[in-house]
């Protein structure tokens, strides 16, 4: 394998990692939001 | 796996593994664990999902503790045995990365416990942050062997934090809960130190047995395990904590004091005739486990 072909998976590796982080990030966000406003569902 | 044509390893992108190892995850476990205690033995209980955030933050930023521990440290990682395969010793990342990544990770542990839960608690959590890095890993322990009293402190501050983000307060049982740890850190960190002495000598970290030698480091671990157990088992005849606890509380610290008085006869040098150290380091991590798991058991069945 070459360095250029490392760079590119570890760089999709980690857009992927960052992309899932960041979905959680905004749903966890939103659940906060519902509990400080105290709404029920 | 067919190798890499690398001219510099340094240079690639950190692979994912790499920046999860910056976090040192197995430390964060013991965090985790003694931050939920400290929520889940709280009078009040949040929200799931603040307390599951207010876990998560703990956890991010022990996470972030441990990337700048490892940015500081990296020349002194490469000379220890236990620590040259980290990512940065090895050459598999650039330091710069680290403290980007420890800095970000830090600051949005903090916000994020802010705006979740209380600004008491993200205050508490930039405090045990700075503490980590700048009171003990920059200051004490390149300096003094009683590195690991003072920087204790910043290890006993999770539980505190967990009850402080449940309640909104400091109360007696949350600082028991951090005098607890802040005790049990020295003879934890010297049992482990006694038999890794070699790997601290050859880094120049003036831990207490490099410094002192076995003997005052064995008398040391005893002193400490004495104030250490009447603390873990204060919440009982205190009313902060049931029968249950209490008998529990005092099983567990006979045993350690027992353990730790079997450090105090060996009078080996050789770390292979160390077993009463390495059984103590292991019990140790059993005991904060049971301890704090026992509270909060005896908390919710009471």
Known sequence: ?41 | MPAIEMTNPAALPADWRDILALTKPRVMSLVVFTALCGLLAAPAMPPFVLGFTAILCIALAAGACGALNQWYEADLDGKMRRTAKRPLPAGRMDRQSALHFGVGLGGFSIVLMGLATNWLAATLLAASILFYVLIYTVWLKPRTPQNIVIGGAAGAFPPLIGWVAATGEVSTLSLLLFVIIFLWTPPHFWALSLFVRSDYAAAGIPMLPVVKGFAVTRRQIFLYSLPMAAAAIAPWPLGLAGLTYGICAIVLNFVFLVLAARVLANGATDADQMEPEKHLFAYSVFYLFALFTVLVVDRWVA
Do not use: H, P, Y
């Open chain 1, 1 to 41: 394998m070459r360095q250029e072909d490392e760079i590119v998976r570890r760089q999709r590796d980690r857009a992927r990692i960052m992309a899932l982080l960041l979905g959680a990030f905004v749903v966890l966000l939103f659940f906060i939001t519902i509990a400080k406003t105290g709404m029920n569902w």
